[in-house]
Structure formats: C-alpha cells, structure tokens
C-alpha cells in the first residue's frame, strides 16, 4: 500500500524568506502523481501544484516549486518570497495514475502548518 | 465561476439525530467524494460517487450513507452522530478518477 510522509508537523518562515517543506512516499508503482495542496484556516483546499511522476522536470507554479526525486520517493515544495498569505496547513498527497478504482484515491501526508512571521 | 458549493458551512446537531450534508457542483464533474477531516488530521475518504456508481471506503460506519440523486448534487447523510463524529465534512469533484480533484469549503459538524 502506498503512504506519504511528512515529518514536520509545523515550520515557521519569516515574510520575503525560502521555506522547504518536506514530502516522502512509498509505492511500488512506476506512474503516478504526486501534489501539494494548502488548506488556510477555515477556508478551502486547494491545490498548489502537481507533479506526473513520468516527467523529469520539477513542476512551478509561481512563487512555488517542487523538488522531485523519484528513486529517492521524495516530493518537496519549495516557497519562495513568502508571503502572510501563504500561512496554511499543507498536504502532500499521492495519487495512482493507473485507472482503476480505489487506487485513485488520494493518500495524503499528515500535513505541515506553515507560519509566516511578519 | 464553476465552483464546488457545500451546504451549510456550519452544522449543528444532538447526538442520535439524523443530519444531511449537502453538495452541489457546476463544473460537470463524473466524481463527487466525501471526506471527513478532524482536527489537524489530513482528510479521510469516506466514499465516493463515479456517476450513479457508489464506492463506499472499506472502514466507513455504516452509520454514514450517500445519495447522489443527478449529476450536480451530492448528500452525506449520518444516520445518529455521535460525538465522535463531530468534524469537518469536504466535498470533492473530479471530471474523472484519474484527474485532480476540487474541493468545496466544507461543513464543520458539531454534535452536542
């Protein structure tokens, strides 16, 4: 069965800086994707950035990117120029990329709370 | 703007007494999911709906049940809440299993 990982509970960044959060997973399947979704207080999920497992090139979106390693099964989000806005819970999460039912789910990690001082 | 819609945000209810959670979508999306997410806990997939097709998560109380009456609209009912029950409830579409899901703003549910 797949997992994802997120062994920092909470980090903290001060306003204009780089945080790293981290992100690793566990599958024996070979397509798949992989995401970063953030979850602001009592407000909705949405998605940061996605990245196909088949491509080798990280994915960006803006501000934010990803640091894709697959042999080392590790997904991390990188943000740069932090913003006040960008304080949130984040989760990576995984999801097969074979159709097929339950395995579509999305597996998510155990979330990270991003504080960002002013 | 298609959007993922839940009805209502806040919910309030006595322990034992039916609720309905209500769901409705404008992007024409074959999937629909529920999740229930406790506090600083990552979402938990309850079930989902691929078309009239029901997917019920093995480890999901039969205490909570799914309607899905047409393409737009999708129902959490939880038959007698329980404390434990008390949560937030996110609603999801996707166009198709395979593809990135949204979702709605959720309904927090407190069970008195």
């Known amino acids: 069965a797949q997992t994802v990982t997120q062994s920092q509970p909470e980090m903290s960044v001060q306003e204009a800086e780089t945080v790293t959060l981290s992100c690793t997973y566990d599958t024996s399947e070979s397509d798949y994707y992989l995401f970063w979704y953030k979850q602001p207080p009592s407000r909705q999920m949405i998605l940061v950035i996605r990245?196909?497992?088949?491509?080798?090139q990280n994915a960006t979106e803006n501000r934010f990117s990803v640091n894709f390693q697959k042999a080392a099964k590790s997904f991390s989000l990188k943000i740069s120029d932090s913003q006040l806005g960008d304080a949130a819970m984040y989760f990576c999460a995984y999801r097969s990329a074979v159709y097929g039912g339950a395995t579509n789910k999305l597996i998510f990690g155990t979330g990270t709370l991003l504080a960002v001082q002013p | 703007d298609a959007m993922v819609i839940q009805n209502p945000r806040y919910q309030v209810t006595q322990f034992g007494k039916p609720v309905t959670l209500s769901c409705s979508q404008t992007?024409?999306?074959?999937?629909m999911y529920w999740y229930q997410q406790k506090s600083s806990q990552a979402p938990k997939l309850l079930f989902h709906y691929y078309d009239k097709d029901f997917n019920n998560e093995a480890d999901t109380p039969d205490n909570f049940q799914s309607r899905r009456p047409n393409t737009s609209f999708c129902f959490l009912d939880i038959r007698s809440p329980g404390l434990g029950d008390a949560a937030m409830y996110l609603c999801?579409?996707?166009?198709?299993?395979?593809?990135?899901?949204?979702f709605g703003p959720g309904t927090r549910l407190t069970v008195t």
């Open positions: 999801a579409t996707s166009r198709d299993p395979t593809y990135e899901q949204y």
């Open positions: 990245q196909e497992a088949y491509k080798q």
């Open positions: 992007l024409n999306h074959n999937v």
